[in-house]
T-cell receptor
Framework: SQQGEEDPQALSIQEGENATMNCSYKTSINNLQWYRQNSGRGLVHLILIRSNEREKHSGRLRVTLDTSKKSSSLLITASRAADTASYFCATPNNDMRFGAGTRLTVKP | GAGVSQSPRYKVAKRGQDVALRCDPI?????LFWYQQALGQGPEFLTYFQNEAQLDKSGLPSDRFFAERPEGSVSTLKIQRTQQEDSAVYLC????????????FGDGTRLSIL
């Protein structure tokens, strides 16, 4: 069974726009991680936010975490065509539970 | 290379055949994970190793699935008497230690059962 659930399932934007993806999870967490997956490739780790953190930045990525609502969001600013990929949140508990992902398409 | 390597990249087998999928984790990574990913879905956890010990195999869908990591490095996922529903991408990931750390993924093996 999957733990994280991403929303929306698919998102299409123009290059230069911002993209926001949301994730909800069910159980208590130690941290929450976001990954990107390009078509036909493995997942790439983007950013980890600990349960005692509320916001974290990495380059054009901004992640927020609200443990009271069991939710997180990933914001990609000034999107590029190369950001086109599927994005997953994951909550580790020895086994890593992934959601179904958000498929982001950035049109040039 | 420095990343996680999986072989073969593609595998086609007839229903009923046995298959073996290999994973070479990043050198020094203690933890190793196997996932199954259906088209359009996220990875589903199969099993987890800490060194050579298989600490969790709760995600293996049936007793036809077997994983091993005998020397704590390379791992093999074996599927016996394959069924069409076994068709999927099988991903391997490794991390320095424990399940809480970021995982490094291989590009997977795409298994097609005819």
């Amino acid at each position: 069974s999957q733990q994280g659930e991403e929303d929306p399932q698919a998102l299409s934007i123009q290059e230069g726009e911002n993209a926001t993806m949301n994730c909800s999870y069910k159980t208590s967490i130690n941290n929450l991680q976001w990954y990107r997956q390009n078509s036909g490739r493995g997942l790439v780790h983007l950013i980890l936010i600990r349960s005692n953190e509320r916001e974290k930045h990495s380059g054009r990525l901004r992640v927020t975490l609200d443990t009271s609502k069991k939710s997180s969001s990933l914001l990609i600013t000034a999107s590029r065509a190369a950001d086109t990929a599927s994005y997953f949140c994951a909550t580790p508990n020895n086994d890593m539970r992934f959601g179904a992902g958000t498929r982001l398409t950035v049109k040039p | 290379g420095a990343g996680v390597s999986q072989s073969p990249r593609y595998k086609v087998a007839k229903r009923g055949q046995d298959v073996a999928l290999r994973c070479d984790p990043i050198s020094g990574h203690v933890s190793l994970f196997w996932y199954q990913q259906a088209l359009g879905q996220g990875p589903e956890f199969l099993t987890y190793f800490q060194n050579e010990a298989q600490l969790d195999k709760s995600g293996l869908p049936s007793d036809r699935f077997f994983a091993e990591r005998p020397e704590g490095s390379v791992s093999t996922l074996k599927i016996q008497r394959t069924q069409q529903e076994d068709s999927a991408v099988y991903l391997c990931a490794s991390s320095l230690s424990g399940g809480n750390q970021p995982q490094h993924f291989g590009d997977g093996t795409r298994l097609s059962i005819l």
